[in-house]
């Protein structure tokens, strides 16, 4: 596989303005907001704009919160391409977009666009953005997460982007899931996954990286098409691993396949810096 790495650019609704002193200043829309990153450990490059700021999500004591500085939405709406979806500030700092996906979202659509309708799963699949990409270039996807309010959160954005068939919403635990596919003898062209580092199924099922992710992935062996050109597309974001370790897990579940793994970077406007935001691996079926 070649080692790559993806850098996102700033796009209409959305930018990483400066970054600095473990935090970082983008605009969603018309909104500039702070939140913390532990990444940004260097300096700040324009410590002047971080006043235009309307809000601001800070730790203390171990509890995080939104700061507001002006009355704000309680969402609003962005897109990207013919993607329309809505952010909002909810607790633990995410706003309902992951903005270094962007070149994921891409390959995604080309990907889909060479085939006949493929049948796309996307796991852990948070406020949906790929399983609409996907639905738009004709796949027929399956969207499951664990948390009513993504999925519902899913729901709202594809209606937005005028996505009305072609997903189905499964609220459940994905190893679970994954599990009855399989026996099943359910198969999948294209699959997706960006696991957290914890989490926990509908149930209260417990989702631990380090153990779970390489039995996630032997169980999603047995529903992974054998086609050639199908793909399968996994995201890690704050669990400490390095896209070389991402990419040895797949090598050592799938064999030495065609692809790329690397890191996914948010790239700052008018500067040539730019965040390390997460890894991916990317698999092609030969
Ligand atoms: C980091 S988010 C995924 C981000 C998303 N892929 C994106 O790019 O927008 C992780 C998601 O995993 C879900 N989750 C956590 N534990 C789960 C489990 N055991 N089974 C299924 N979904 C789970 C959470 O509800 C959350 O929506």
């Given at each position: 596989?070649?080692?790559?790495?993806?850098?996102?650019?700033?796009?209409?609704?959305?930018?990483?303005?400066?970054?600095?002193?473990?935090?970082?200043?983008?605009?969603?829309?018309?909104?500039?907001?702070?939140?913390?990153?532990?990444?940004?450990?260097?300096?700040?490059?324009?410590?002047?704009?971080?006043?235009?700021?309307?809000?601001?999500?800070?730790?203390?004591?171990?509890?995080?919160?939104?700061?507001?500085?002006?009355?704000?939405?309680?969402?609003?709406?962005?897109?990207?391409?013919?993607?329309?979806?809505?952010?909002?500030?909810?607790?633990?700092?995410?706003?309902?977009?992951?903005?270094?996906?962007?070149?994921?979202?891409?390959?995604?659509?080309?990907?889909?666009?060479?085939?006949?309708?493929?049948?796309?799963?996307?796991?852990?699949?948070?406020?949906?953005?790929?399983?609409?990409?996907?639905?738009?270039?004709?796949?027929?996807?399956?969207?499951?997460?664990?948390?009513?309010?993504?999925?519902?959160?899913?729901?709202?954005?594809?209606?937005?982007?005028?996505?009305?068939?072609?997903?189905?919403?499964?609220?459940?635990?994905?190893?679970?899931?994954?599990?009855?596919?399989?026996?099943?003898?359910?198969?999948?062209?294209?699959?997706?996954?960006?696991?957290?580092?914890?989490?926990?199924?509908?149930?209260?099922?417990?989702?631990?990286?380090?153990?779970?992710?390489?039995?996630?992935?032997?169980?999603?062996?047995?529903?992974?098409?054998?086609?050639?050109?199908?793909?399968?597309l996994l995201n890690g974001y704050a669990a400490g691993y390095t896209p070389?370790?991402?990419?040895?897990?797949?090598?050592?579940?799938?064999?030495?396949?065609?692809g790329e793994f690397g890191e996914l970077r948010l790239k700052e406007t008018?500067?040539?810096?730019?965040?390390?935001?997460?890894?991916?691996?990317?698999?092609?079926?030969?």
């Amino acid at each position: 596989m070649e080692n790559i790495n993806l850098t996102t650019e700033p796009w209409e609704d959305y930018e990483l303005l400066d970054s600095g002193d473990n935090r970082k200043l983008e605009r969603y829309g018309s909104a500039i907001l702070i939140r913390p990153e532990t990444q940004a450990i260097w300096r700040r490059k324009q410590p002047d704009l971080w006043s235009k700021a309307v809000a601001e999500f800070i730790w203390s004591d171990g509890k995080g919160a939104w700061h507001k500085k002006d009355r704000i939405a309680e969402k609003w709406a962005l897109k990207w391409r013919d993607v329309s979806f809505s952010v909002r500030l909810t607790s633990f700092k995410h706003t309902g977009l992951f903005p270094e996906q962007a070149p994921n979202w891409e390959w995604i659509d080309k990907s889909i666009r060479t085939k006949d309708k493929p049948n796309v799963l996307n796991l852990f699949g948070y406020t949906g953005l790929a399983s609409i990409v996907a639905a738009k270039a004709g796949a027929t996807v399956t969207h499951l997460d664990a948390s009513r309010q993504s999925n519902s959160w899913a729901k709202e954005n594809a209606i937005a982007s005028d996505v009305t068939k072609g997903i189905r919403y499964i609220l459940d635990d994905a190893m679970k899931f994954v599990k009855r596919e399989g026996r099943r003898g359910v198969s999948y062209d294209g699959v997706i996954l960006d696991p957290p580092a914890f989490g926990r199924g509908p149930k209260g099922e417990v989702w631990r990286i380090e153990e779970d992710l390489p039995k996630l992935m032997d169980d999603l062996k047995v529903i992974f098409s054998h086609k050639p050109g199908s793909f399968l597309l996994l995201n890690g974001y704050a669990a400490g691993y390095t896209p070389l370790s991402f990419e040895q897990l797949i090598d050592s579940c799938f064999g030495s396949s065609t692809g790329e793994f690397g890191e996914l970077r948010l790239k700052e406007t008018d500067s040539s810096r730019s965040i390390s935001e997460g890894i991916y691996v990317r698999l092609v079926r030969n």
